[in-house]
């Protein structure tokens, strides 16, 4: 079997393709080998005996697979974590005081604590005595310090 190198050679550059991606019927080989010119070429692929082969492209099964796992919950520990191990912790906190910080001003718009009262709590908050909003709430309920609408 010939290796008609210049033909596929051609065909690449008229395809837009690589080499190894250009295919040639085997029961056609004799008209290619008679072609010569990069015109022979173009009406040899009009015909369809010369034609690119399809990409191959990787699979995103197993991206998929991962993506429903992450997205259940898992594929979540110490390994396939980045940064610092503080970075989290952190970020939990910033979300917590923003939080509790937020409560104690609107509480304090609402007149139901008073300055000095969310002074206090504001710096035992600073300091992380407080939970979340919520045990704020319980420890200001506990305490009487926060003011019953009449």
Known sequence: MT?????KIMASRILNCGVTRVWINPERIA???????????RSLIKDGIIS????????????????????????????SRKGHVSGVAKRNWINRIRAIRSLLRDLKAEKKIDGKTYRMVYTKSKSGIFRSRSHVMIYLERNNLIKKEK
């Open 3 to 7: 290796e008609l190198r210049s033909q």
């Open 31 to 41: 008209d290619v080998e008679e072609a010569i010119t990069a015109e022979d070429i």
């Open 52 to 79: 690119a082969r399809q990409k191959k492209g990787a699979s995103n099964f197993r991206k998929k697979k991962i993506q429903l796992q992450k997205k259940k919950g898992r594929r979540r520990g110490t390994g």
